[in-house]
């Protein structure tokens, strides 16, 4: 079975495992954990901010930075598709009580006019706009990464307007290797950053919020009060830290195997996809209306292949380091099959 689902169905490599095995651990609640420690010391400097919190999840470090960045009844900017409105379960109404705005796009940008529009003016009856939060890479829209520049022209907004500005980064590895920029001038402009460590990096859990060493000390306990305070979390640390020093620069595998998926799918008019707007490791497509999104994954399935589903209409393949060249070629050549069976 070629699983395409997601790149967090990746499992630890042997060196992984025996790095954690050997990780030296202590009780983090305390701050006493220095396979921890030296995670958050090196993802903080990695991405150019004061101080960094390993956290469970990407869902409880964009969590986090919203009831850190916000009071309750206020209001946060998002794309319309982003995974902080789409799959974190309604948790900003939750933890941190606040609204979102969403603001549709074509490929995860929002335009600077809808952003400046969406800012609330200052009458009383209106809920405060606090924060704005771009998502590179974007999910929903097939991996596309967010160009530096426009990064840049929304900070710049936002600092007028007096808003803060997060990144959801959870695959920001991928825009850096897609691009070639670093991470620290992909981060620069934001005050607040989250990175995951279980996606294409292979690591088993973790995520990482980063920002000033005040944001992080408000942080730390909301990750207390949420239930991610982790004792002996090294073992888990280490995994990320390895993943980062060691699985980061073969990303740009994962993102050569997509292209060629999506370019063997292009050649079939059975599918509809535009292959030139793979730029990493996602890849999206529409699958022959009206048949339901379940029974083709059902047709996928039977010829070996997983898929998700990404927009309405749309299938998602996700490449990662568990998938090499000849699979992909392979799976992309079995959706295809799933398809002519539902002709």
């Given at each position: 079975?070629?699983?395409?689902?997601?790149?967090?169905?990746?499992?630890?490599?042997?060196?992984?495992?025996?790095?954690?095995?050997?990780?030296?651990v202590?009780?983090?609640?305390?701050?006493e954990?220095?396979?921890?420690?030296?995670?958050?010391e090196?993802?903080a400097?990695?991405?150019?901010?004061?101080?960094?919190?390993?956290?469970?999840?990407?869902?409880?470090?964009?969590?986090?930075?919203?009831?850190?960045?916000?009071?309750?009844?206020?209001?946060?900017i998002?794309?319309?598709?982003?995974?902080?409105?789409?799959y974190?379960?309604?948790?900003?109404a939750?933890?941190?009580?606040?609204?979102?705005?969403?603001?549709?796009?074509?490929f995860?940008?929002?335009?600077?006019e809808?952003?400046?529009?969406?800012?609330?003016?200052?009458?009383?009856?209106?809920?405060?706009?606090?924060?704005?939060?771009?998502?590179?890479?974007?999910?929903?829209?097939?991996?596309?990464?967010?160009?530096?520049?426009?990064?840049?022209e929304?900070?710049?907004?936002?600092?007028?307007c007096?808003?803060?500005?997060?990144?959801?980064?959870?695959?920001?590895?991928?825009?850096?290797?897609?691009?070639?920029?670093?991470?620290?001038?992909?981060?620069?402009?934001?005050?607040?950053?989250?990175?995951?460590?279980?996606?294409?990096?292979?690591?088993?859990?973790?995520?990482?919020l980063?920002?000033?060493?005040?944001?992080?000390?408000?942080?730390?306990?909301?990750?207390k009060?949420?239930?991610?305070?982790?004792?002996?979390?090294?073992?888990?640390?280490?995994?990320?830290l390895y993943?980062?020093q060691?699985h980061?620069?073969?990303?740009?595998?994962?993102?050569?195997?997509?292209?060629?998926?999506?370019?063997?799918?292009?050649?079939?008019?059975?599918?509809?996809?535009?292959?030139?707007?793979?730029?990493?490791?996602?890849?999206?497509?529409?699958?022959?209306?009206?048949?339901?999104f379940?029974a083709?994954?059902?047709?996928?399935?039977?010829?070996?292949?997983?898929?998700?589903?990404?927009?309405?209409?749309?299938?998602?393949?996700?490449?990662?380091?568990?998938?090499d060249?000849?699979q992909?070629?392979?799976?992309?050549?079995?959706?295809?099959?799933?398809?002519?069976?539902?002709?």
């Amino acid at each position: 079975m070629i699983d395409l689902r997601s790149d967090t169905v990746t499992q630890p490599t042997d060196e992984m495992r025996r790095v954690m095995a050997q990780a030296p651990v202590g009780d983090d609640v305390f701050g006493e954990d220095p396979s921890v420690n030296a995670l958050q010391e090196y993802v903080a400097d990695l991405l150019g901010k004061e101080a960094a919190l390993f956290v469970p999840s990407g869902v409880m470090g964009n969590q986090i930075a919203l009831a850190v960045h916000c009071h309750p009844g206020e209001e946060v900017i998002v794309e319309a598709a982003s995974h902080i409105i789409t799959y974190e379960t309604a948790a900003p109404a939750v933890i941190a009580r606040v609204q979102l705005v969403g603001i549709p796009s074509a490929f995860g940008q929002m335009s600077l006019e809808a952003i400046e529009q969406a800012i609330r003016p200052p009458e009383y009856y209106f809920p405060r706009t606090r924060l704005i939060c771009l998502e590179n890479t974007h999910n929903r829209h097939g991996g596309t990464v967010l160009p530096v520049a426009y990064i840049y022209e929304v900070a710049a907004l936002a600092r007028r307007c007096g808003l803060a500005l997060h990144c959801d980064g959870a695959r920001l590895w991928n825009a850096c290797v897609a691009t070639g920029i670093s991470p620290r001038q992909y981060t620069e402009p934001f005050d607040t950053v989250m990175v995951s460590f279980s996606k294409g990096l292979g690591a088993p859990v973790g995520s990482a919020l980063v920002g000033s060493r005040e944001f992080i000390a408000s942080a730390r306990k909301w990750r207390k009060l949420l239930g991610g305070g982790m004792r002996q979390a090294g073992i888990l640390a280490a995994a990320a830290l390895y993943a980062l020093q060691h699985h980061w620069e073969r990303l740009h595998e994962d993102h050569e195997h997509a292209r060629l998926f999506a370019q063997i799918l292009a050649e079939s008019a059975l599918v509809e996809i535009e292959p030139q707007r793979v730029q990493t490791n996602i890849v999206i497509f529409r699958y022959p209306a009206p048949v339901p999104f379940a029974a083709f994954a059902e047709a996928c399935r039977r010829e070996g292949v997983l898929l998700s589903q990404g927009l309405p209409g749309w299938a998602r393949a996700v490449f990662h380091l568990h998938v090499d060249r000849k699979q992909a070629m392979e799976a992309a050549h079995r959706v295809l099959r799933a398809v002519r069976s539902l002709l």
